[in-house]
């Protein structure tokens, strides 16, 4: 069974970079044909796609997040890490890390998803 982790802190200051680490057992990053995304949901909001580390290296970016967004990975640890830069209080939401098989790269869809992290931007 795939699991995935999120880890980072639980407050960011504003103007901060926010740092978050996913930690995956059951399938390696590097799968071919996985998708590793980062997916975020603020409060009473659905959920938001953020980006996709595809298993080959390849990452894709939310259009609307890009110029803040970057994902990255560590292969002998097998997780990958999503910064999000000059976070305001908009970008406070419970944030996930998912995985999905094949042409799936885009959007919210995924088979295996974390618990999620609560994050909340405020000075």
């Known amino acids: 069974q795939v699991q995935l982790q999120e880890a980072g802190p639980g407050l960011v200051k504003p103007s901060q970079t926010l740092s978050l680490t996913c930690t995956v057992s059951?399938?390696?990053?590097?799968?071919?044909?996985?998708?590793w995304k980062w997916i975020r949901q603020p409060p009473g909001q659905s959920l938001e796609w953020m980006g996709t580390?595809?298993?080959?290296?390849?990452?894709l970016y939310n259009p609307a997040l890009e110029s803040r967004t970057t994902i990255s990975r560590d292969t002998s640890k097998n997780q990958f890490t999503l910064q999000l830069s000059s976070v305001t209080p908009r970008d406070a939401a419970k944030y996930y890390c998912?995985?999905?098989?094949?042409?799936?790269?885009w959007g919210v869809g995924y088979d295996y998803r974390g618990q999620g992290t609560q994050v909340t931007v405020s000075a």
């Open positions: 998912a995985r999905s098989l094949g042409s799936t790269g």
């Open positions: 059951g399938d390696s990053i590097t799968t071919d044909n996985s998708n």
């Open positions: 580390l595809g298993g080959g290296g390849n990452v």
